[in-house]
């Protein structure tokens, strides 16, 4: 049950679009299209974002987007805006049924 | 509005128990997988533990299996995690948290979290 792989940050002036990306394994990300992922801004608890690696929750901009290739999904934010600053995480269901989530990656809005 | 209130958390020593709770309203209880995450201070989410809509079935991450026991009473619409042989790598804010849909392993409503500090 190792972590998924996120950068630990990324940054991006306001207007502009970044991606997070996620890594796994064939035992998570690579075998189900069940990849989400979730903003945490802090001392608050994490809001979902993304579903099923492309699906966005009913309130969610379109300004985020999924995606997944392989072993690697990705978060994509465009048109930045100042209160997309926060930590985001990816999560994938696993072939043992269990669920993993990856390290966190801060997002700075410069 | 779906709400998920836990409660539970205390400062315990190394080697305790406790056991927290999540109290659900909002939704059918019934109908939906829930689990437990947690996020020890300063770092990331850690998922915990699941208990399927019936909890005729459970998992858990192999950092807790054997000490940790999830369950959960229709009656009481609640949720609960058995935290057994504690150590300080416990130490974390615990959130509840409802599966969006069966099997798809997504979260779609979190609580606010309880605390829980294993110290001496």
């Known amino acids: 049950q190792s972590a998924l792989t996120q950068p630990a940050s990324v940054s991006g002036s306001p207007g502009q679009s970044i991606t997070i990306s996620c890594t796994g394994t064939?035992?998570?990300?690579?075998?189900?299209?069940?990849v989400s992922w979730y903003q945490q801004h802090p001392g608050k608890a994490p809001k979902l974002m993304i579903y099923?690696?492309?699906n966005r929750p009913s309130g969610v901009s379109n300004r985020f987007s999924g995606s997944k290739s392989g072993n690697t999904a990705s978060l994509t934010i465009s048109g930045l805006q100042a209160e997309d600053e926060a930590d985001y995480y990816c999560?994938?269901?696993?072939?043992?049924?269990?669920?993993?989530f990856g390290g966190g990656t801060k997002l700075t809005v410069l | 509005e779906v709400q998920l209130v836990e409660s539970g958390g205390v400062v315990v020593q190394p080697g305790g128990s406790l056991r927290l709770s999540c109290a659900a309203s909002?939704?059918?209880?019934?109908?939906?997988?829930m689990h437990w995450v947690r996020q020890a201070p300063g770092k990331g989410l850690e998922w915990v533990s699941l208990?399927?809509?019936?909890?005729?079935?459970?998992n858990y991450a192999d950092s807790v299996k054997g000490r940790f026991t999830i369950s959960r009473d229709t009656s009481k619409i609640s949720l609960y995690l058995q935290l057994n042989s504690l150590t300080t790598e416990d130490t974390a804010l615990y959130y509840c948290?409802?599966?969006?849909?069966?099997?798809?392993?997504?979260?779609?409503?979190w609580g606010q979290g309880t605390l829980v500090t294993v110290s001496s």
């Open positions: 999560s994938s269901y696993t072939t043992s049924s269990t669920l993993v």
């Open positions: 909002g939704f059918t209880f019934d109908d939906y997988t």
């Open positions: 064939s035992s998570d990300v690579g075998s189900y299209d069940y």
């Open positions: 208990i399927s809509w019936d909890g005729g079935s459970t």
């Open positions: 948290a409802k599966e969006g849909v069966v099997g798809k392993g997504f979260f779609d409503y």
């Open positions: 099923e690696v492309s």
